[in-house]
Antibody, heavy 120, light 106 residues
Framework: QLQLQESGPGLVKPSETLSLTCAVS??????????WGWIRQPPGKGLEWIGS??????YYNPSLKSRVTISVDTSKNQFSLKLSSVTAADTAVYYC?????????????WGQGTLVTVSS | DIQMTQSPSSVSASVGDRVTITCRAS??????LAWYQQKPGKAPEVLIY???SLQSGVPSRFSGSGSGTDFTLTISSLQPEDFATYYC?????????FGQGTKVAI
């Protein structure tokens, strides 16, 4: 059974870079068959797609594109999110997830989410 | 970019009620739409993919329909465990986009 687990600092100072990692178990990031991505949810608000990684290519939300990098480390079977120059508006629960071709490219697997607060 | 508009933003219903949530895409997305359920403090879970395909393990009281720009999620007989927030998402093209959510409350 595929499992995803986010990790990283729960508190980041304004103007700094938010860095999160998603550890994958029960599946391999080396496969180019799946999309791996990040989604966030500010407290009390809706879901926002951040970006996806697929077969070595990255796709980002235009509203975040200048600040976001998603990368993969196949040796550790994990992928990462970096968001630079954060502000309070970046405070959110951050989820990593996998899109499945077998399920219409929906996000069929999600991590539990990790809350990141931007504050000095 | 494709925008997704859900309605209503919230609905009050009772156990046994039929509930319908709509989602409209700003341009055609074929059947490339997913519906998710999210309960407080939990990650979303996919209910419906490809507009009308029921995810394994999801009760048959949930159904999805539509194609092109207009989509519907229907709960035929609301159960206590169905009180949650529901989101649609277009998976047709990047950037992917979610609807703003519909909270189903008692």
């Amino acid at each position: 059974q595929l499992q995803l687990q986010e990790s990283g600092p729960g508190l980041v100072k304004p103007s700094e870079t938010l860095s999160l990692t998603c550890a994958v178990s029960g599946g391999s990031l080396s496969s180019s068959y799946y999309y791996w991505g990040w989604i966030r949810q500010p407290p009390g608000k809706g879901l926002e797609w951040i970006g996806s990684l697929y077969s070595g290519n990255s796709y980002y939300n235009p509203s975040l594109k200048s600040r976001v990098t998603i990368s993969v480390d196949t040796s550790k079977n994990q992928f990462s999110l970096k968001l630079s120059s954060v502000t309070a508006a970046d405070t959110a629960v951050y989820y990593c997830a996998r899109r499945d071709p077998e399920r219409g490219y929906s996000y069929a697997y999600w991590g539990q989410g990790t809350l990141v607060t931007v504050s000095s | 970019d494709i925008q997704m508009t859900q309605s209503p933003s919230s609905v009050s219903a009772s156990v046994g009620d039929r509930v319908t949530i709509t989602c409209r895409a700003s341009q055609g997305i074929s059947s490339s739409l997913a519906w998710y359920q999210q309960k407080p403090g939990k990650a979303p879970e996919v209910l419906i993919y490809a507009a009308s395909s029921l995810q394994s393990g999801v009760p048959s009281r949930f159904s999805g329909s539509g194609s092109g720009t207009d989509f519907t999620l229907t709960i035929s007989s609301l159960q206590p465990e169905d009180f949650a927030t529901y989101y649609c998402q277009q998976v047709y093209s990047f950037p992917l986009a979610f609807g703003q959510g519909t909270k189903v409350a008692i």
